[in-house]
């Protein structure tokens, strides 16, 4: 079973930043591509961005482009999500999850999912 587990949120001012990083364990860190999505009240899980299993190739939705960046790092298995320009629009818990082959932008598409972790935006 594969064990995903994130840290780095917290509160932050409008325009700062803030580093989420995700743990990954259980299985061969190697063989997933890995997603950012996030879940706000009252909306569905939404994809912020994703990394090849290899990190050659990254993925992000229109409004985070140019602000975040994904990256992994598979000698020590995590896989971070480095968020600039925060906006209050930001504001809701991020997940990591883990794909075995190709990335998808459908969260259902997922097979495993960390614990979350809050982040907030303030104006």
């Known amino acids: 079973q594969v064990q995903l587990v994130e840290s780095g949120g917290g509160l932050v001012q409008a325009g700062g930043s803030l580093r989420l990083a995700c743990a990954f364990s259980?299985?061969?860190?190697?063989?997933?591509?890995m997603g950012w999505f996030r879940q706000a009240p009252g909306n569905e899980r939404e994809f912020r961005a994703a990394v090849s299993a290899s990190g050659s190739s990254t993925y992000y939705t229109n409004s985070v482009r140019g602000r975040f960046t994904i990256s992994r790092d598979n000698a020590n298995n995590t896989v971070y999500l480095e968020m600039n320009s925060l906006t209050p629009e930001d504001t809701a818990v991020y997940y990591c999850?883990?794909?075995?082959?190709?990335?998808?932008?459908?969260?259902?598409?997922?097979?495993?999912w960390g614990q979350g972790t809050q982040v907030t935006v303030s104006s």
């Open positions: 999850a883990a794909i075995a082959g190709y990335y998808s932008e459908n969260y259902r598409s997922y097979r495993y």
């Open positions: 259980g299985r061969t860190f190697t063989r997933y591509a």
